[in-house]
Protein backbone atom coordinates (compact mmCIF):
# COMPACT_ATOMS: atom_id res chain seq x y z
CA UNK A 1 0.00 0.00 0.00
CA UNK A 2 1.72 3.53 -0.73
CA UNK A 3 2.44 5.94 1.44
CA UNK A 4 1.64 9.81 1.71
CA UNK A 5 3.01 11.42 -0.74
CA UNK A 6 3.96 14.81 -1.23
CA UNK A 7 5.65 16.94 -3.83
CA UNK A 8 7.94 18.70 -4.08
CA UNK A 9 10.15 18.04 -1.53
CA UNK A 10 12.04 20.35 -1.56
CA UNK A 11 11.95 24.32 -3.24
CA UNK A 12 13.25 27.63 -2.67
CA UNK A 13 10.76 31.23 -3.41
CA UNK A 14 11.19 34.43 -2.53
CA UNK A 15 9.64 36.75 -0.21
CA UNK A 16 6.12 37.91 -2.01
CA UNK A 17 6.11 34.86 -4.52
CA UNK A 18 3.29 32.36 -3.55
CA UNK A 19 3.74 28.49 -3.49
CA UNK A 20 1.23 25.42 -4.10
CA UNK A 21 2.16 22.18 -2.40
CA UNK A 22 0.47 18.74 -3.60
CA UNK A 23 -0.43 15.67 -1.23
CA UNK A 24 -2.17 12.52 -2.26
CA UNK A 25 -3.18 10.44 0.43
CA UNK A 26 -3.00 6.54 1.61
CA UNK A 27 -5.66 5.03 -0.91
CA UNK A 28 -8.89 5.02 1.34
CA UNK A 29 -7.95 7.94 3.53
CA UNK A 30 -10.47 10.57 3.02
CA UNK A 31 -9.12 13.09 5.97
CA UNK A 32 -5.99 15.07 5.08
CA UNK A 33 -4.24 17.26 7.76
CA UNK A 34 -1.28 20.02 6.76
CA UNK A 35 1.14 20.97 9.27
CA UNK A 36 4.10 23.47 9.88
CA UNK A 37 7.25 22.42 11.63
CA UNK A 38 9.44 24.76 12.57
CA UNK A 39 12.92 24.45 14.87
CA UNK A 40 11.26 26.36 17.04
CA UNK A 41 7.41 26.29 17.05
CA UNK A 42 7.25 21.97 16.80
CA UNK A 43 4.30 20.99 14.89
CA UNK A 44 1.61 23.12 13.97
CA UNK A 45 -1.37 22.46 12.92
CA UNK A 46 -2.77 24.23 9.31
CA UNK A 47 -5.95 22.53 8.60
CA UNK A 48 -7.70 19.28 7.33
CA UNK A 49 -9.85 18.75 4.91
CA UNK A 50 -12.80 15.39 5.09
CA UNK A 51 -14.63 14.79 2.07
CA UNK A 52 -13.36 18.53 0.06
CA UNK A 53 -14.70 19.99 3.26
CA UNK A 54 -12.17 21.73 5.50
CA UNK A 55 -13.33 20.85 8.97
CA UNK A 56 -10.85 22.14 10.88
CA UNK A 57 -8.48 25.29 10.52
CA UNK A 58 -5.30 26.48 13.08
CA UNK A 59 -4.33 29.77 13.78
CA UNK A 60 -2.54 30.77 10.88
CA UNK A 61 -3.42 33.90 8.34
CA UNK A 62 -5.51 33.77 5.76
CA UNK A 63 -2.59 33.58 3.48
CA UNK A 64 -2.19 29.92 3.73
CA UNK A 65 -5.47 27.85 2.24
CA UNK A 66 -6.21 24.76 0.96
CA UNK A 67 -8.46 22.20 -1.10
CA UNK A 68 -9.25 19.18 -1.47
CA UNK A 69 -10.23 17.66 -4.57
CA UNK A 70 -13.07 14.32 -4.84
CA UNK A 71 -9.80 12.00 -5.23
CA UNK A 72 -8.85 13.40 -1.86
CA UNK A 73 -5.89 14.56 -2.89
CA UNK A 74 -5.00 17.93 -1.61
CA UNK A 75 -3.42 20.77 -2.16
CA UNK A 76 -2.24 24.17 0.05
CA UNK A 77 -1.22 27.66 -1.18
CA UNK A 78 0.85 30.32 0.87
CA UNK A 79 0.50 33.15 -1.02
CA UNK A 80 2.92 36.43 -0.08
CA UNK A 81 5.80 34.33 0.92
CA UNK A 82 7.80 35.79 3.83
CA UNK A 83 10.78 34.52 5.43
CA UNK A 84 8.86 33.36 8.53
CA UNK A 85 7.53 30.80 6.00
CA UNK A 86 10.90 29.08 5.88
CA UNK A 87 9.60 25.27 7.13
CA UNK A 88 8.97 21.88 6.91
CA UNK A 89 5.30 21.36 5.59
CA UNK A 90 3.79 17.96 6.47
CA UNK A 91 0.54 16.44 5.23
CA UNK A 92 -0.98 13.91 7.08
CA UNK A 93 -3.81 11.35 5.97
CA UNK A 94 -5.97 9.14 8.33
CA UNK A 95 -9.12 7.20 8.01
CA UNK A 96 -12.15 8.99 9.95
CA UNK A 97 -10.82 9.02 13.76
CA UNK A 98 -7.84 7.15 13.17
CA UNK A 99 -4.54 8.12 13.51
CA UNK A 100 -2.48 10.23 11.23
CA UNK A 101 0.11 8.87 8.56
CA UNK A 102 2.50 11.11 7.40
CA UNK A 103 4.28 12.31 4.08
CA UNK A 104 7.98 12.76 3.63
CA UNK A 105 6.93 16.88 4.05
CA UNK A 106 8.10 19.32 1.22
CA UNK A 107 10.72 21.82 2.91
CA UNK A 108 10.12 25.27 1.93
CA UNK A 109 13.12 27.78 2.20
CA UNK A 110 12.17 31.48 1.42
CA UNK A 111 14.68 33.99 0.78
CA UNK B 1 -6.32 26.53 24.35
CA UNK B 2 -5.75 22.73 24.36
CA UNK B 3 -2.03 22.27 25.15
CA UNK B 4 0.29 18.81 24.89
CA UNK B 5 3.28 19.75 27.01
CA UNK B 6 6.81 17.72 27.06
CA UNK B 7 10.04 18.62 28.51
CA UNK B 8 11.94 19.18 25.02
CA UNK B 9 14.94 17.18 26.70
CA UNK B 10 17.40 16.29 25.27
CA UNK B 11 16.99 13.18 27.63
CA UNK B 12 19.95 11.49 27.67
CA UNK B 13 20.47 7.54 28.67
CA UNK B 14 22.66 4.99 28.38
CA UNK B 15 22.49 1.89 25.67
CA UNK B 16 20.36 -0.86 27.22
CA UNK B 17 18.77 1.76 30.01
CA UNK B 18 15.00 2.61 30.22
CA UNK B 19 14.13 6.17 28.64
CA UNK B 20 11.21 7.48 30.29
CA UNK B 21 9.06 10.24 28.06
CA UNK B 22 6.71 12.12 29.62
CA UNK B 23 3.72 14.15 28.41
CA UNK B 24 0.52 16.06 30.19
CA UNK B 25 -2.31 17.68 28.66
CA UNK B 26 -4.97 20.08 29.29
CA UNK B 27 -7.91 18.65 27.56
CA UNK B 28 -10.08 16.34 29.53
CA UNK B 29 -11.68 15.92 26.25
CA UNK B 30 -8.92 14.17 24.95
CA UNK B 31 -9.67 10.75 24.23
CA UNK B 32 -6.68 9.07 22.31
CA UNK B 33 -2.97 9.72 22.66
CA UNK B 34 -0.80 8.52 20.29
CA UNK B 35 3.53 8.54 20.59
CA UNK B 36 5.36 9.33 17.05
CA UNK B 37 9.30 9.28 16.44
CA UNK B 38 10.77 11.72 14.04
CA UNK B 39 14.34 11.12 12.91
CA UNK B 40 15.79 14.08 12.27
CA UNK B 41 15.12 15.48 8.90
CA UNK B 42 12.16 13.02 8.45
CA UNK B 43 8.44 12.57 9.00
CA UNK B 44 7.20 11.42 12.25
CA UNK B 45 5.82 8.04 12.23
CA UNK B 46 3.36 6.31 14.98
CA UNK B 47 5.24 3.85 17.49
CA UNK B 48 2.07 3.23 19.05
CA UNK B 49 -1.74 4.50 20.92
CA UNK B 50 -3.75 4.11 23.84
CA UNK B 51 -6.65 5.14 24.58
CA UNK B 52 -7.62 3.04 27.82
CA UNK B 53 -6.24 3.58 30.97
CA UNK B 54 -3.34 1.86 32.12
CA UNK B 55 -0.56 0.15 30.39
CA UNK B 56 -0.18 -1.16 26.59
CA UNK B 57 2.71 -2.81 25.78
CA UNK B 58 4.06 -3.23 22.10
CA UNK B 59 7.90 -4.95 22.14
CA UNK B 60 10.18 -2.81 23.86
CA UNK B 61 7.41 0.12 24.43
CA UNK B 62 5.58 0.55 26.93
CA UNK B 63 2.93 3.65 26.86
CA UNK B 64 0.81 4.63 29.95
CA UNK B 65 -2.23 6.53 30.43
CA UNK B 66 -3.71 8.13 33.35
CA UNK B 67 -6.32 10.35 32.28
CA UNK B 68 -7.23 11.45 36.10
CA UNK B 69 -3.88 13.16 35.89
CA UNK B 70 -3.89 14.18 32.50
CA UNK B 71 -0.67 12.46 32.22
CA UNK B 72 0.82 9.92 28.88
CA UNK B 73 3.78 8.47 29.20
CA UNK B 74 6.10 6.21 26.91
CA UNK B 75 8.70 3.62 28.18
CA UNK B 76 11.57 2.31 26.03
CA UNK B 77 13.46 -0.81 27.18
CA UNK B 78 16.82 -1.90 26.28
CA UNK B 79 17.46 1.51 24.23
CA UNK B 80 19.41 1.47 21.42
CA UNK B 81 21.35 4.06 19.58
CA UNK B 82 19.05 4.02 16.83
CA UNK B 83 16.27 5.08 19.49
CA UNK B 84 17.59 8.46 19.16
CA UNK B 85 15.29 10.63 18.11
CA UNK B 86 12.83 13.39 18.61
CA UNK B 87 9.32 11.56 20.20
CA UNK B 88 6.10 13.64 19.90
CA UNK B 89 3.13 13.46 21.94
CA UNK B 90 -0.15 13.77 20.53
CA UNK B 91 -3.83 13.69 21.80
CA UNK B 92 -6.71 13.27 19.53
CA UNK B 93 -10.07 15.13 21.04
CA UNK B 94 -13.38 13.06 21.86
CA UNK B 95 -14.49 14.14 18.28
CA UNK B 96 -11.75 12.41 16.39
CA UNK B 97 -10.97 15.68 14.76
CA UNK B 98 -8.53 17.46 16.23
CA UNK B 99 -4.87 16.30 16.91
CA UNK B 100 -3.04 18.28 19.33
CA UNK B 101 0.78 17.60 19.45
CA UNK B 102 3.62 18.75 22.32
CA UNK B 103 6.82 19.81 21.39
CA UNK B 104 8.48 16.54 21.62
CA UNK B 105 11.16 15.45 23.56
CA UNK B 106 14.85 14.46 21.98
CA UNK B 107 15.92 11.46 23.16
CA UNK B 108 19.73 10.51 23.15
CA UNK B 109 20.65 7.18 23.72
CA UNK B 110 24.52 6.75 24.19
CA UNK B 111 26.55 3.49 23.01
Known amino acids: KAGVTQTPRYLIKTRGQQVTLSCSPI?????VSWYQQTPGQGLQFLFE???????NKGNFPGRFSGRQFSNSRSEMNVSTLELGDSALYLC??????????FGEGSRLTVL | QKEVEQNSGPLSVPEGAIASLNCTYS??????FFWYRQYSGKSPELIMF????GDKEDGRFTAQLNKASQYVSLLIRDSQPSDSATYLC???????????FGPGTRLSVLP
Open chain 1, 27 to 31: SGHRS
Open chain 1, 49 to 55: YFSETQR
Open chain 2, 27 to 32: DRGSQS
Open chain 1, 92 to 101: ASSQQHGELF
Open chain 2, 90 to 100: AGLDNYGQNFV
Open chain 2, 50 to 53: IYSN
